[in-house]
């Protein structure tokens, strides 16, 4: 569901912009009240986990499309919302930065439909008031898929009225919303259960980790060594093999963009979306998680020549895509111990 800059106006853009920068300002002055060190290697290797889940698409039976994993639910179950919220706009920024997956320009919007919907709606509202104190697998499991639901549903919808704002003539408010939810509610069944197993996971280990997050209370004395090393280690099988196997369907957004202009890809508009689109190209060193291809091929040429070449040989075996996987969870790692130490010094 990562939007690229061509599905928006460069006012909605600015707005979105201006909006998350916000809710990253309000939530570092929140994580900073918790006063926890301990939690920011555990924000590091969830931010590097959930780098890496995302770059598996999942096929959605007979739809020819494909989804994959949002994250915020696991993220703020585990760190709580305010350090969720960090650690996504931390993961999307690197996507778009080193491997152009999401504009620029729509960086705003893409961690405001991502982020915000899932950590300050989705999982106060729906997984807390299901789950309560009872942690208990059965509850974990509905309160994450009815969660996991909910927030992609909202940032599906999001995603429909930045458009819509944005005039994009191509994608008709009527039409366009009508194949973005049903498709997201697929996305979202999956996306509940990969939460559970994972919250399941964690629960039997170090059950603490839950509670302080759900109490916003500091880690204290817990030991998450063990938790830190399985998350590590599923972060390089995920990206660097697993990956291999993601499904060459388009994407859910995609998918509902085809059916409603033709287009999988709309063409950028405007002096902003030229400009940041040209920063993009340059800063991208894995652009589309593999190797550049050339430096006189357009982004968007690598990204269909990659797509048909997976379409072709399945699994898609490739060196780029594993290289991409375990450099990502890297920068997302370093990420969020600068925050941390930034935080710190503040």
């Not at 509850?139 to 944005?166: C, K, P, Y």
């Not at 209370?217 to 830190?228: F, M, R, S, T």
Request: charged share 15%; net charge neutral.
């Amino acid at each position: 569901m990562h939007m690229a800059d061509a599905l928006i106006s460069s006012a909605v853009g600015g707005t979105m912009w201006a909006v998350s920068a916000g809710l990253i300002g309000y939530s570092c002055k929140k994580v900073k009240e918790e006063a926890d060190d301990r939690k920011v290697p555990l924000m590091g290797v969830l931010g590097a986990f959930i780098f890496a889940a995302q770059m598996i698409n999942f096929t959605i039976p007979a739809t020819g499309s494909s989804g994959h994993l949002g994250g915020g639910m696991i993220l703020s179950i585990l760190l709580g919302p305010y350090a969720a919220f960090l650690v996504m706009a931390s993961v999307l920024l690197v996507q778009a930065l080193f491997f152009a997956d999401g504009g620029l320009l729509a960086l705003g919007c893409n961690i405001f439909n991502l982020g915000f919907f899932t950590c300050f709606i989705a999982y106060p509202l729906v997984y807390k008031k299901i789950v309560g104190s009872n942690l208990s697998p059965k509850r974990i499991m509905l309160g994450a898929t009815i969660a996991g639901i909910i927030g992609l549903q909202l940032g599906a919808f999001g995603v429909v009225l930045e458009t819509l704002f944005s005039g994009i003539s191509e994608l008709p408010f009527g039409a366009f919303v009508m194949l973005m939810q049903p498709i997201h509610l697929g996305i979202g069944i999956v996306e509940g259960l990969v939460t559970s197993a994972v919250v399941v996971f964690v629960l039997r280990a170090r059950p603490e980790i839950l509670n302080a997050a759900g109490q916003s209370a500091p880690l204290g004395d817990v030991n998450i060594k063990k938790v830190i090393l399985c998350l590590l280690l599923a972060t390089a099988v995920v990206g660097g093999a697993l990956s291999w196997f993601a499904s060459a369907n388009p994407d859910g957004l995609e998918w509902a963009m085809f059916k409603t202009s033709g287009k999988e890809e709309l063409e950028n508009r405007g002096k902003v979306h030229s400009s940041l689109s040209a920063v993009q190209e340059k800063m991208a060193f894995l652009p589309d998680y593999g190797f550049k291809k050339s430096e006189h091929i357009p982004a968007a040429e690598t990204k269909n020549e990659q797509e048909s070449a997976s379409a072709e040989k399945w699994p898609a075996v490739d060196a780029g895509t594993s290289v991409s996987g375990l450099v990502g969870g890297a920068l997302t790692i370093t990420m969020a111990f600068l925050l941390g130490f930034l935080l710190k010094r503040r």
